[in-house]
Structure formats: C-alpha cells, structure tokens
C-alpha cells in the first residue's frame, strides 16, 4: 500500500501542485491471463482503491482532470507492474461513461506498449 500512496502523491503534486487523495487497501482474487504455469490459475493479491476528487484549489478543467488520471493510471500500470488497472469517472455519484481499462501488451519485438480500451 505504501507504493501506491507514493506514486500516485507526488504524480498528483507535479500534475496538480496537490497531492489530495484517498486510498482504499483490498484483497482481490484474478484468473492469470498471462502466459505460463501460471495461466488461467486463480490469483489472490492485495490491491488498492485510489480516489480521486477535483475539487478545491487543485482542480482542473475536466478535460485535463481526466488526462492526468489516464496518465496516472498508465503509471501505475507500469511501475507497479500491474496487468490491469481501471479506470472510472464519476459526477454526484453517478458514472459518467463506462470504464477505461489500462495495461500493457508484449510486441512483436517484445516492448511493451500501453493499451487502454473501454469496457461497454
């Protein structure tokens, strides 16, 4: 949990000059999509919620709110090694649109590249 904290902290004081966010520490269980003795094994693993307001002195156009976050969530992704992380808007407690999945997918010439899609 301690990772997480920190990077999505100083990610949001270098977006926003403030670091305002909450953190929701969880136990979650996945099937392993990836290649593998582990494919298809079902995975127990601690995770995180991560929200995020803008509101106050740090917030932002919605246009750019949403930008950081995207960025955000393809960070962590990557520095915390993640295969998924997803994303979600919400307006007085309503989602606005459907949710942005974030993760990274292996090249031919095996880079890895960000992949971001929409659940329907």
């Known amino acids: 949990m301690s990772d997480i904290i920190r990077i999505v902290r100083k990610a949001r004081k270098d977006q926003t000059g403030f670091a305002d966010s909450t953190f929701v520490a969880q136990k979650g269980f996945y099937t392993y999509e990836g290649e593998g003795k582990y494919k298809g094994k079902l995975t127990k693993e601690p995770g995180a919620q991560v929200v995020i307001f803008n509101v106050g002195k740090g917030?932002?156009?919605?246009?750019?709110?949403?930008?950081?976050?995207?960025?955000?969530?393809?960070?962590?992704c990557k520095v915390m090694k993640q295969e998924k992380v997803i994303t979600d808007f919400y307006e007085d407690g309503l989602q606005m649109e459907p949710s942005h999945i974030v993760g990274w997918y292996d090249t031919p010439d095996k880079n890895r590249k960000p992949l971001t899609t929409r659940l329907k």
């Open 59 to 76: 917030a932002k156009p919605l246009r750019i709110f949403r930008k950081h976050i995207m960025e955000l969530s393809v960070f962590i």
